[in-house]
């Protein structure tokens, strides 16, 4: 099953594997970590806020159960996460199949197959850092947006997200620098297709493997420098913003 | 009907018979020990807490009916709430938390008013502090003005004064004793505090185990509790047992007899000779005879015996008077410390003392130990 859906994704990004190999910085792979980041990021704001609140003030039977499995992937070890996945995402699943049968395309050894992927592993970076943001209000203050007058929505809105804010930024953070990193789940639920699933951290295992240190060192001060001035971002802005009214 | 309505009554998970009336512009005490369902109460007015049975009206509009399923949700009531943590909005400054409450207003209106509630709890020129900034007494009355702008239909107040200190405390009381005259809708005012109840409040409802026990004028209700349970939760000490002798209708006396001793008490025509009844008299109408010079009173109701217990309070002295072959709990009586100085009170003294006749009251028979 795999191989045909292989040399098919290959053969609609045919460019770049062999011009990636003799390149100093891969930016196509650069450039699909950044794609990726960014777009699990924006997928996983509205599911973490959405949990998060839901496992920071609700009390329901099952919510052991629940915050349990959201940190299933902490400790779990990448390639036994993407080994599930890849099962999960196969053309024999119901998942793969529905996907195969809705757009014409593999879910594995696809960039939308690993974005899933990538959000799947990144559920508890996002979701516990809101629920811990959601947690701190205290619920008089909630109540006390609804007495205002306020919808539910506008609650949302005007009071826990300001509220919560720090802990949206945190998971955002987390979450994106978790995704320019990861390597075990993207490798085994991606593959190593340039232009379409090899990342950045996946390249400079290749530049290594092929004894090509000084690109390898080129694109891990690249990461490092994002990294940090990410970090150092959000130390900022979270420390602004914590000053306001605390 | 005008005013609030609130018919709650459920077994679980707090048990709940409560029955709430307050008419506009009257404040109600709702006052019970922690763990009576005041806040409770005050929660289903709002709509943040859903009983399992009864009904909330204001003003003939229905809030909440159980018969019904209707649940009208906060954001839908116009109830104003000022919470016991006053729950500020930390983010927003001053006039933005009340600004918040004025979104029925046209925008370009609510600076102006937020300034106007502002002025009217004496917060002018604290427009821009965030609330970490304010102290307790300008966090309370930030609540309050942020409950009001909303034009509320109702007003409660959660155990408003509770988290300020006594001198702030004492402020706020003749602030609010004077802003209340301004508002037009009825107030429930939640307190453990009895005396705060009597000072702020025009009705009083007493409150046990989610139980209204009592409810009425405050002065009407504290001399004259229906019930045994309700004179302790009113702190009444003097509550004892005894045995109805006769009625004296026509000298407006109904007689008892309590260990040995022949007492006068303000007719209550419920009892007949020989009924077991309970009795109280506040401490403040046992009155000590002079040592120096009895005078006209000593005919009413004496008793002697020694006192067991002395205790300075305040300005004022606490007394128990172990009465002569008294089984029962000492009878308790208070005292300016110079009268209980020039009568030299004190432990192993001899006393003597009468009860006021009128303020002996009569209540069925029911657990008298406290």
Redesign the interface.
Known sequence: MRAPCFENTASIYPASRAEGHIEAMDWTALWLSLRLAVFTVVLLLPVGILAGRRLAYGEFAAKGLVEALVALPLVLPPTVLGFYLLGLFGADSPLGSAWQAFTGTSLVFSFEGLLLASVIVNLPFAILPMQRGFEAI?R??R??????????W?VLR??EM??AWPGVLTASVLSFAHTLGEFGVVLMVGGNIPGETETISIAIYDRVQAFDNAAAARMSALLLVVSVVTIALTFAFSRRLGR??? | MDGLTVDLVQDAPIPLTARIRAAPGEVLGLVGPSGSGKTTILRAI???YRPREGRVGVDGEVWFDSSTAYCL????R????V?Q?Y?????MTAVGNIV??L??LPPGRRRERAAELLALVHLTGLEDR???NLSGGQQQRVAVA??L??EPRVLLLDEPFSAVDRETRERLYRELAAMRRRLSMPVVLVTHDLNEALMLADKLSLLRHGRTLQHGEPAQVLAHPDSVEAARLLGHRNVFTARVLEQQPARGFTIIEWQGHRLEAAANGRYRPGDAVAWMVPASKVVLHRRDRPSRGTTENPLSGTISEHLLLGDTTVSALRVDEGEQPALSFRVPIHVAERNGLGVGERASVSLLAAAIHLMPPGDPSP
């Open positions: 205290p008089e203050v109540e006390a947006g609804a007495c205002c007058g306020m919808t539910p506008q005007r009071i300001p509220l306001r009214f605390n | 709002a709509g943040l949700p906060p954001h839908e116009r109830c104003g709430l919470f943590s729950a500020l909005f930390p983010h918040a409450g979104a029925h965030y609330p970490v942020r409950a702008a909303r």
